[in-house]
């Protein structure tokens, strides 16, 4: 099966009501673990890689591994997507490495810190949309901008998604998926409480879907920084603070909502860390890496599992054929802006 298309695989998970993972990778261990995950429960899965993860494997090395990823697991549609491409030539060269779907997130300029304004957004959004959709690569949008910052990326401020100004951006734009910000933050650190209603703007959703019920919406920043995985690391000598995620609950209620992609990087990283201190500790006279790579690649695929399933994926990878770029290609070339 060739890679699938994020275009694709959201239109088939709106068609079962259900969301998909889209889980961070950085090297082998945790492409193997996201993608053993989808195999055990039979979830179609989105892998994707930042700058900061290209740069740490090497475009090359992220390239094999995830065509290695696709032919150990031919029977799951797998979408190699870039997380928050700073530019269009950042978009272009991904394409160009054999990514199926980029993220032009416009919402920043492009040192990824100051907050662009919408004319900005939209143009770059635009090119890009243009020269991804020409060879069957989809495209996600970010209107809005989160907290946080993730990899150096992120202006730290929040500015929540405007509903009628997203339905301009999608019209000019043509994008595929839109993130919104609705109150989430990138990292560990993304509620001093637990969030509810009054600290997610989960009405935002609602709203937006009501009024593009054909863009698949994007959430940011949702891993749920599971208390258990923090005591853990801090039990083995760990020093986080406490700290509160994302509730399942909000993400599934957001999928009943049109939230189809879920961006989950820090429960993966809290997981293999978790995994890691716990072995080192246990075993002081061990040095075969092995030793420590297995639990945390165990972990990252126990989370992505959880998540999976959470979200409604599981049991839907053999719904569909997957559709090869050119065949989106085409699609796109019979309605230039979208391809439902
Ligand atoms: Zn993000």
């Known amino acids: 099966m060739p890679l699938a298309t994020l275009r694709q695989v959201l239109d088939e998970a709106a068609k079962g009501g259900y969301g998909v993972g889209a889980f961070n990778a950085n090297n082998m261990e945790q492409v193997q673990g996201i993608?053993?995950?989808?195999?055990?429960?039979?979830?179609?899965?989105?892998?994707?890689?930042?700058?900061?993860?290209?740069?740490?494997?090497?475009?090359?090395?992220?390239?094999?591994?995830?065509?290695?990823?696709?032919?150990?697991?031919?029977?799951?549609?797998?979408?190699l997507h870039l997380d928050h491409g700073d530019k269009p030539e950042t978009c272009f060269d991904a394409i160009e490495l054999g990514f199926t779907s980029v993220m032009m997130d416009g919402s920043l300029l492009a040192d990824g810190k100051t907050p662009s304004d919408y004319a900005y957004n939209v143009e770059v959004t635009r090119r890009v949309v243009e020269a991804a959709h020409a060879k069957g690569v989809s495209v996600e949008g970010e209107l809005g901008t989160l907290g946080g910052i993730e990899d150096g990326h992120g202006s730290g401020e929040v500015?929540?998604?405007?509903?009628?100004?997203?339905?301009?951006?999608?019209?000019?734009?043509?994008?595929?998926?839109?993130?919104?910000a609705i109150g989430t933050s990138h990292g560990a650190y993304k509620f001093t409480a637990k969030p509810t209603g009054d600290v997610l703007a989960m009405h935002l959703i609602e709203e937006i879907h009501q009024k593009l019920p054909d863009t698949h919406m994007v959430m940011h920043g949702s891993s749920s920084v599971p208390q258990e995985l923090v005591d853990r690391i801090n039990a083995a000598g760990g020093e986080l603070v406490s700290t509160f995620g994302v509730p399942v609950s909000e993400i599934q209620l957001g999928i009943r909502h049109g939230v189809r992609k879920i961006n989950v990087d820090t429960d993966g990283r809290l997981a293999i860390t978790a995994a890691l201190r716990e072995t080192l500790n246990a075993s002081p006279s061990e040095f075969d890496p092995r030793a420590f790579f297995k639990p945390a690649r165990e972990a990252q695929k126990q989370v992505a599992a959880e998540r999976l399933t959470q979200f409604g994926a599981a049991g839907h990878a053999g719904d569909y054929a997957v559709l090869s770029l050119p065949e989106m290609a085409e699609r796109y070339a019979r309605s230039p802006v979208g391809a439902s």
């Not at 700058?51 to 995830?66: D, F």
């Not at 301009?168 to 919104?180: E, H, M, Q, R, W």
């Open 35 to 79: 993608v053993t995950a989808a195999q055990e429960v039979s979830a179609p899965v989105i892998i994707q890689a930042s700058r900061g993860a290209l740069s740490y494997a090497g475009k090359n090395y992220m390239r094999h591994l995830i065509t290695a990823a696709a032919e150990t697991a031919p029977e799951i549609p797998i979408v």
């Open 159 to 180: 500015h929540l998604t405007d509903p009628d100004q997203a339905v301009d951006f999608v019209d000019k734009t043509g994008v595929d998926a839109l993130a919104v």
